[in-house]
């Protein structure tokens, strides 16, 4: 099956730095790769997606890379703002036909102000 | 547009009492369905998904069972609770067109 790995598992930065979050898969035919954010005691939303036809997607602050040959995506937060704070997710999907999501262990970003 | 909902929100449980969560999906048919776990601090598990009603895959052995009575109902159970069942649990859904997974808003679950 599909194994995600993300790093860091934890990421601290000064408001208005980027931050960049980084995950490896492990299965070639997975073709969709989304990103969720999870704010303490609520439930993961997704704040962007890419696939596999694609090598990059942007959404105002939020950008996300693919390298399907390293197999491997990022997620790219700009000019961080305080309520950026909170734990982030990747996922792979789409592999040997499945539609089950596997996800990364997350990253807990701490934006400083 | 498409919801889910899932109750309770919060729960406290002895240990080898019963468990029921449910979880439902309006505006949309014939949903992919999914139950996840996150322990406190840590990432999301899955333990089951559903492409269709009586369809139930199990990704993971334990003491939970689930079971999709009806095409938006997917239900989450356990016989017995072991202090180790303790977390919060997510059940999603997932539009057969693509594979983004909507959450619900979850159920914080304490055995005791």
């Known amino acids: 099956g599909e194994n995600v790995e993300q790093h860091p598992s934890t990421l601290s930065v000064q408001e208005g730095d980027s931050a960049v979050i980084k995950c490896t898969y492990s299965?070639?035919?997975?073709?969709?790769f989304p990103w969720y954010k999870q704010e303490l005691g609520k439930r993961p939303q997704l704040i962007i997606d890419i696939r596999s036809n694609v090598g990059e997607k942007k959404d105002q602050r939020i950008a996300v890379t693919l390298n399907k040959t390293a197999k491997h995506f990022s997620l790219h937060i700009t000019e961080t703002q305080p309520e950026d704070s909170a734990v982030y997710f990747c996922?792979?999907?789409?592999?040997?036909?499945?539609?089950?999501?596997?996800f990364g262990k997350g990253t807990k970003l701490s934006v400083i102000p | 547009s498409q919801t889910i909902h899932q109750w309770p929100a919060t729960l406290v449980q002895p240990v080898g009492s019963p468990l029921s969560l449910e979880c439902t999906v309006e505006g949309t048919s014939n949903p992919n369905l999914y139950w996840y776990r996150q322990a406190a601090g840590r990432g999301l598990q899955l333990l089951f998904y559903s492409v269709g009603i009586g369809q139930i895959s199990s990704e993971v052995p334990q003491n939970l069972s689930a079971s999709r009575p009806q095409d938006r109902q997917f239900i989450l159970s356990s016989k017995k609770l072991l202090l180790s069942d303790s977390g919060f649990y997510l059940c999603?859904?997932?539009?057969?067109?693509?594979?983004?997974?909507?959450f619900g808003q979850g159920t914080r679950l304490t055995v005791v």
């Open positions: 996922a792979a999907s789409g592999g040997a036909g499945s539609y089950q999501l596997t």
């Open positions: 299965d070639s035919a997975s073709n969709y």
């Open positions: 999603a859904w997932g539009d057969r067109r693509d594979t983004e997974a909507f």
